[in-house]
């Protein structure tokens, strides 16, 4: 089965430093979402892409998190400087653009920043 | 503001018994309401979806129903199996500038003893 890949699984950093998340969404598909999961405020949508253009990043905030999807392959989250209330689990998904085929999670990044 | 309801509190039956969730909306109009499963430490998985044209679908043990005017789905698990805890996730997709953007419930946990 195709799947979504993310990496890496598991980081733990310092406050204050940069953290690079990386996604590959599954060959083909267009759309890539990215969410932040944690048990106070479930999934939380932070940026989505179509056909690699940021459409929404409403979600994200904006001085300290940057998303990008360099090329088809790759979608990136980023945040500098990384603070302990970013700790959580954050999740990518990709889609074919079409919400009847559902959208395929890859298994998360969870970040601990102490 | 925009709101999707679950319940909260873990839904504990008997195996064999009918499984039955809900997610209700506010302030929403959405395309498709989507239904995953997540079980702990692993990402959401696409189970099914259903269109706002539409009052039922329905796979193998599972059903969903959906009522624009109620502003409600229900998510049914028939002949429940211990293989079916899990927590259980509405999302709903509305179409914002040609593209589909997917908000999330906050999830339900199913129990079923065998």
């Known amino acids: 089965d195709a799947r979504v890949t993310q990496t890496p699984r598991h980081k733990v950093t310092e406050m204050g430093q940069e953290v690079t998340m990386r996604c590959q969404p599954i060959?083909?598909?267009?759309?890539v979402f990215w969410y932040r999961q944690t048990m106070m405020q479930g999934l939380e949508l932070l940026a989505y892409?179509?056909?690699?253009?940021?459409?929404?990043d409403s979600g994200m905030p904006k001085d300290r998190f940057s998303a990008e999807m360099p090329d088809a392959t790759l979608a990136t989250l980023k945040i500098q400087p990384s603070e302990p209330r970013d700790s959580a689990v954050y999740f990518c998904?990709?889609?074919?653009?079409?919400?009847?085929?559902?959208?395929?999670f890859g298994s998360g990044t969870r970040l601990t920043v102490v | 503001s925009q709101k999707i309801e679950q319940n909260s509190e873990a839904l504990n039956i008997q195996e064999g018994k009918t499984a039955t969730l809900t997610c209700n909306y506010t302030?929403?109009?959405?395309?498709?309401l989507q239904w995953y499963r997540q079980d702990p430490g692993r990402g959401p998985v696409f189970l099914l979806l259903?269109?706002?044209?539409?009052k039922e679908k329905r796979k193998e043990r599972l059903k969903v129903t959906f009522d624009t005017t109620l502003k409600q789905s229900l998510f049914h698990i028939t002949a429940s199996q211990p293989a079916d805890s899990a927590t259980y996730l509405c999302?709903?997709?509305?179409?914002?500038?040609?593209?589909?953007?997917?908000?999330f419930g906050s999830g339900t946990r199913l129990l079923v003893r065998p």
């Open positions: 892409f179509r056909n690699r253009a940021p459409l929404d």
């Open positions: 999302a709903l997709d509305r179409e914002m500038d040609s593209s589909y953007k997917l908000i």
């Open positions: 060959l083909g598909h267009n759309t």
């Open positions: 302030n929403y109009s959405p395309a498709y």
């Open positions: 998904a990709s889609g074919r653009g079409q919400p009847k085929y559902g959208y395929t």
């Open positions: 259903i269109r706002e044209n539409e």
